[in-house]
């Protein structure tokens, strides 16, 4: 129900060092690095996705889906959209500037992991079903 950080050396062994950032109400199921290092997301079978500074340990960003577990969890390279998937088949598109969910799709099956492409707005959904590629498009109508 936290994040651990494990401090370590320049040679890679702990200094013994580990702070705690409490946030989640439950298990902590997937992390990932935002690209320039200052945010992690965290998702959680609470439901939630925090976006965390990654220098004060403090959650910047508090993101609630439908109260399904998130299962994966993905930023884009340029930080501002954050995508997590359920296990019942939804995907949820954050701003992460303003946390306002942007998009939620719902797909047969369930859903187990997203990855945004490393250069262009697009994001690729994996569960039971397949693959989903997504673009993201800035003149999208928000018809959820």
Do not use: K, N
């Not at 942007?102 to 859903?111: Q, Y």
């Not at 590629?133 to 003149?139: G, K, N």
């Amino acid at each position: 129900m936290e994040v651990r950080v494990i401090h370590l050396d320049p040679a890679g062994r702990p200094t013994g060092r580990i702070d705690l950032w409490p946030g989640h109400r439950s298990s902590v199921s997937a992390v990932c690095w935002s690209h320039d290092g200052r945010h992690l997301a965290t998702a959680g079978y609470d439901g939630q996705v925090l976006l965390w500074d990654s220098t004060t340990g403090r959650p910047r960003h508090v993101l609630e889906g439908d109260g399904s577990a998130m299962w994966s969890v993905a930023v884009s390279r340029d930080g501002t959209s954050l995508v997590a998937v359920t296990m019942d088949g939804t995907a949820l598109l954050w701003d992460t500037g303003t946390a306002v969910e942007v998009c939620r799709l719902r797909v047969d099956g369930h859903l187990s992991s997203c990855s945004f492409h490393p250069y262009e707005h697009r994001f690729v959904l994996g569960g039971s079903a397949g693959l989903y590629a997504c673009e993201v498009s800035s003149d999208a109508v928000d018809d959820r």
